[in-house]
């Protein structure tokens, strides 16, 4: 590939602007991303494109022109997604946001198109593969482990034992890797061929891929906040050289 690869970084978040200063713009809904995905991206030698949440119609036209995908983090994902109940405990969600970025995954999936997903990112994947998602993890883990930490995004707070063999592992060149955890949400019952190669030491499923995708993954933790790693700007540079080839 001459140019670099373009890496469509979705944005999962809306939020209005409260208190608009004199000068500024009136207040209105307006899309979240933070930089630290797309400072990823480029390190990982990929131009980085942001992902607004388009018309369905849309999707594949702008699928046309782009190399691979990195799903972001953000809010919970409404069960609506996967034909459950809610939770009394669940989040804030954007069940139009759910609706752009499921089907966004659908069709890259379908494309065989090099898709990362961060967090929320990787619970979507899941769900577009058919999957389903624990809403409170309060309610099934024992406590041991924070998932959502206080402490800045560049620390970690626990390890996750990663499957030697995975793609995942294979990537990151380690067996044990220290993560952040900023997560309301997880994986329960995997999508179609997607296996767990990554538990906390609680049991949480913390990374997810299909082996029989060129490039389909994703990790619980927020990987984008830790790439002065090598192991962590590995993720991204995994995309970024499947994504070359395309």
Do not use: K
């Not at 997810?208 to 490039?215: A, F, G, Q, V």
């Not at 619980?220 to 995309?239: I, P, S």
């Amino acid at each position: 590939m001459s140019r670099l690869p373009l890496i469509g970084v979705t944005t999962s978040e809306v939020r209005s602007v409260v208190t608009p200063t004199e000068q500024g713009e009136p207040p209105q809904r307006e899309m979240t991303l933070g930089i630290p995905y797309l400072t990823a991206v480029e390190r990982a030698g990929g131009l980085p494109v942001v992902l607004p949440p388009l018309d369905p119609d849309a999707i594949d036209p702008l699928l046309d022109h782009l190399d691979g995908i990195c799903l972001s983090g953000g809010p919970d994902i409404h069960p609506a997604g996967y034909a459950a109940a809610e939770d009394p405990q669940l989040g804030p969600t954007w069940p139009e946001l759910d609706a752009f970025e499921l089907e966004l995954a659908v069709r890259a999936d379908a494309r065989g198109l090099p898709v990362l997903g961060i967090c929320r990112g990787a619970q979507a994947l899941n769900v577009a593969r058919g999957g389903t998602l624990y809403q409170h993890l309060p309610d099934i883990t024992d406590g041991s482990i924070r998932h959502r930490q206080q402490e800045p995004a560049r620390l970690s707070t626990h390890e996750v034992r990663l499957e030697p063999h995975s793609a995942v592992g294979r990537a990151l060149r380690e067996a044990r890797t220290s993560v952040n955890s900023f997560h309301h949400q997880a994986v329960e019952r995997l999508g179609g061929g997607l296996r767990a190669v990554g538990h906390a030491p609680d049991g949480v499923i913390e990374a997810i891929e299909d082996p029989d995708h060129p490039h389909l993954r994703g990790v619980q933790w927020h990987a984008e906040t830790l790439v002065d790693r090598v192991a962590q700007l590995a993720l991204f540079g995994e995309l970024v050289r499947v994504a070359a080839r395309t």
